[in-house]
């Protein structure tokens, strides 16, 4: 089993900054890629960015390329969000998720998710 913890979501105005953290452990979680998925009401949830524990390597959606970046902190277990220029539209339950690969967690394929932390951006 794998645990994963969100924290840091809140409310900020719109072109302003936020960090969203993903503490992980568990049971060989490092053999996970990590990501980060998003859920506004009345829509499906998708697919923001990932990450892997080793190199590492990263992969984003179109739509937050340039503005978000994902990272991890290998000696805390931790995955980290940064989000910046942030417009109302990101606002959305922030979900940190572990897959086998980046190609599984961008299908949505995730062994694992996290409770979900909110995000909401004013305008």
């Known amino acids: 089993q794998v645990q994963l913890v969100e924290s840091g979501g809140g409310l900020v105005q719109a072109g302003g900054s936020l960090s969203v953290s993903c503490a992980a452990s568990?049971?060989?979680?490092?053999?996970?890629?990590m990501g980060w998925f998003r859920q506004a009401p009345g829509k499906e949830r998708e697919f923001v960015a990932a990450?892997?524990?080793?190199?590492?390597?990263?992969y984003y959606a179109d739509f937050v390329k340039g503005r978000f970046t994902i990272s991890r902190d290998v000696a805390k277990n931790t995955v980290y969000l940064q989000m910046n220029s942030l417009k109302s539209e990101d606002t959305a339950v922030y979900y940190c998720?572990?897959?086998?690969?980046?190609?599984?967690?961008?299908?949505?394929?995730?062994?694992?998710w996290g409770q979900g932390t909110q995000v909401t951006v004013s305008s």
């Open positions: 568990g049971r060989a979680f490092s053999s996970y890629t």
């Open positions: 998720a572990a897959a086998t690969t980046i190609s599984t967690m961008t299908r949505r394929q995730c062994e694992y």
């Open positions: 990450i892997t524990w080793s190199a590492p390597w990263t």
